[in-house]
């Protein structure tokens, strides 16, 4: 059982936590647990502010840290558990002040520290939810996920190893699940083998859940937030969004890797490889019956869009080349360039001479668009955005395309890319960034 930061945003948050967690209580639940709404972000914040020179001001934000979880732990205790959870989320803090003060020292900010930084939220976060726990179900242990979740050091994105988070939640969590124990743990963060710190990526408290309920075998891995499940739209872009019962696996990854932040884009990817369902569910309603996602072979195909996502902030390349023609080994050779800048590339459409394609981040393109232009003709351009509609079946649905386009072409929206046929479940779309709210209402409005 996965509880995002909205769900543990206050002490009311918590109590309610505490109260599903007791619903499953016969289930052997594995509690995992994210930062509290907004820490990460601020924790990212201080650290680099610490090293831009406004140290003064980021030990401001840490006492604003301090601040918000001595308020919850009050809100939840009282006399001396009080006093000893304070004491505890006190010491945390005091080290986050330290590193604060190290880091402007030190004036340079690594990814490995960046990762220290962020993992105080969910430390902390899951202190109070621990003591909270102990309170209203007894017997509780937290555990520091460091000791399971072992990662490799790409610090910030850090990949996890299957094969030693196996081993070690056999040894650590499994045996206090039996033993009738809720084990509570946080998400997001990890550590490799040498116990440094790591951290999964933002959003990754899912991608955590996932790697556990998957070494634990789980029956389903549930993922609570703060709607009702997956719906067919971001609802802040489109608030009619309908929520969706069922999903299959590879509808679910492709909404997450195209933008629906309601999943971490690698969640599904342990649970397809042990066939456990994964389930989105809201944890300020729990009654609701939120999304099931299963493998493919259990739903129907429908042919039917179901769901559309988006994603800003892609930048498009234009790559044109005569000498394209008839050559083996061009793509090789383009793509070549991509990998060995560690830079991946989202949709893509080609034809004989020229390739279109996108990608997530500025890193890196300028070193990207000069070992290009070594042999081909480069533009790239900025504030775009890829529309995904997604359909278990539209691969062969006739229609879907035609509508696709023939809707935006009514809204006006230019289309620079269209990726189709590449996924039986998707069709990727490219557009201007400041058409996405269009494109994505008059979609919906078509399709759903
Ligand atoms: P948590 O902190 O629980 O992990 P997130 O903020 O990461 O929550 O994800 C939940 C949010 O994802 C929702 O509040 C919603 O705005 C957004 N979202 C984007 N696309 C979708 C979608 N297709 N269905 C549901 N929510 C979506
Ligand atoms: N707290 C982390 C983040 O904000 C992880 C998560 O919430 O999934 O990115
Ligand atoms: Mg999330």
Known sequence: MKFGGTSVQDAAAMRNVSQIVQTERGREPLVVVSACAGVTNALLSVARGAVGGGGAKALEQVE???????????DLFKGEVLFSVQAQLDALIDDLRDLV??????????????????????????LLLYHHFVQTMGKVVLLDVREVMITD???TQAAPMEKEIAERSEQLIAPRLKGGEVVLTQGFIGATREGITTTLGRGGSDYSAAHLG????????????????????????????KLLETLSFQEASELAYFGAKVLHPSTIVPAIQKNIPVRVLNS??????????????????????????CKTGISMMNIRSTRMLLMPGYLARVFEVFSRYGMSV????????????????????DGIVAALKEFA??????????????GDGLGSARDVPARVLATLDHAEVE??????????????????????????SSLHEEFI
Do not use: Y
């Open 346 to 365: 989202d949709v893509i459409a080609t034809s004989e001479v020229s390739i279109s394609l996108t990608v997530d981040s500025l890193e890196n393109i």
């Open 101 to 126: 003060k190290s880091i402007a020292i030190l004036g340079e900010l690594t990814n490995r520290s960046l990762d220290t930084f962020a993992s105080f939220g969910e430390r902390l976060s899951s």
């Open 64 to 74: 604003a840290l301090r601040t918000l979880h001595r308020k919850i732990a009050h």
């Open 284 to 309: 300020k309603n729990p009654k609701g019956a939120g999304t099931t996602i299963v493998r493919d072979a259990q739903i129907r195909a429908s042919r039917q869009v179901k769901a559309i996502a």
């Open 377 to 390: 003709d480069v533009e790239v351009r900025n504030n775009m955005a890829t529309i995904c509609v997604v």
């Open 415 to 440: 289309v620079s890319i269209l990726s189709l046929g590449a996924s039986r479940v998707n069709i990727s779309i490219v557009v201007s960034a400041a058409d996405v709210k269009k494109a994505v």
């Open 153 to 155: 050091d790409s610090f």
């Open 214 to 241: 998957s070494a634990l075998h789980a029956e389903e891995i549930q993922i609570w937030t703060d709607v009702d499940g997956v719906l067919s739209c971001d609802p802040r872009l489109v608030p009619s969004s």
